[in-house]
């Protein structure tokens, strides 16, 4: 389903500040699968995901998406297909249009159309989409997205992100600014969400129990390469403790040993 063959990046090559920060990295992952990925800061997490987004180009290798090169594909061509929601809640929506324009946006983003969300019937779906976050939002369609909190914006840029299904969808530390309670719903949202939409997703995070909890699969990373990769049982069977205890120094930072 997602398929990336030797893909590699260099920041400021060439210089004194020259930095591997990718690669080379393969992995591939099928299609429904729900996979954590882990690391250190400086990793390389958010950096591949830049790769896998568009953020940039690789320089060598090659990335497919449900058998398409995507490679040199643009960013904003990326995003029909590849749903991403960043770490700052206030970076997925347009704080000075209302809860249903962003919506609107968002669905003409994926499908391309200029005319849906003015008419009733879409108005009624945006209400039955808002009213499953169970937030409220359903009755506050024509409020400024900019009064919303960091959590209900969130909340909203995940349904943003999946009112078209993505072929993947990027979770960048997406819960890491919102306070610990309004994190643990956000998230619950999301697991419901990726597991009836049967999505492909790929969710980085600093907190190693839930990296292990959740999802189907765990990766981390370290310089820019995948050292680990557990499924399964063998994952099943990894506690955070044996984690840390096998790779205390590629995860020592104060977040994650906090989390």
Same mark, same amino acid.
């Given at each position: 389903?997602?398929? $990336? ?18 690669? /080379? ?6 299609? &429904? ?14 950096? $591949?995901?830049?790769?896998? @987004?568009? *953020? ?7 990335? $497919? ?8 594909? /643009?960013?904003?061509?990326? *995003? ?24 609107? #946006? ?10 849906? @969300? ?14 499953? $976050? ?28 999946? #009112?078209?299904?993505?072929? #993947? ?17 956000? #998230? ?26 959740? &999802? ?15 499924? &399964? ?27």
């Amino acid at each position: 389903m997602l398929v $990336l063959n030797e893909v590699s990046k260099t920041f400021y090559p060439g210089t004194v500040n020259e930095k591997r920060a990718l690669g /080379p990295l393969s992995l591939e992952l099928e299609e &429904g699968e729900f996979v954590t990925v882990i690391g250190g800061n400086g990793a390389g997490k958010s950096t $591949l995901f830049n790769a896998i @987004g568009g *953020s940039f180009l690789v320089e060598e290798g090659q990335i $497919l998406l449900d058998g398409k090169d995507i490679t040199y594909l /643009p960013a904003y061509r990326r *995003s029909r297909e590849i749903g991403r929601i960043l770490q700052d809640p206030m970076m997925g929506t347009a704080p000075h249009m209302t809860i249903s324009e962003n919506l609107t #946006l968002a669905y003409m983003q994926c499908k391309r159309s200029h005319g849906f @969300g003015s008419g009733k019937k879409e108005r009624e779906e945006f209400r039955e989409k808002l009213a499953t $976050l169970g937030l409220g939002l359903e009755d506050r369609m024509e409020s400024p997205v900019g009064l919303l909190s960091g959590g209900q914006r969130q909340a909203l840029t995940l349904l943003m992100a999946v #009112l078209v299904p993505p072929k #993947l969808l990027l979770l960048d530390e997406h819960t890491a600014a919102l306070d610990p309670a309004t994190a643990e719903k956000v #998230l619950a949202l999301t697991c419901e969400t990726v597991r009836e939409q049967k999505l492909t997703c790929m969710m980085i995070t600093h907190h190693i129990e839930s990296a292990l909890r959740l &999802g189907d699969r765990t990766l981390m990373l370290e310089d820019g390469h995948i050292v680990l990769d557990i499924a &399964g049982e063998e994952r099943a069977a990894m506690t955070v403790e044996t984690l840390l205890a096998k790779f205390r120094k590629s995860l020592d930072n104060d977040r994650m040993l906090l989390s």
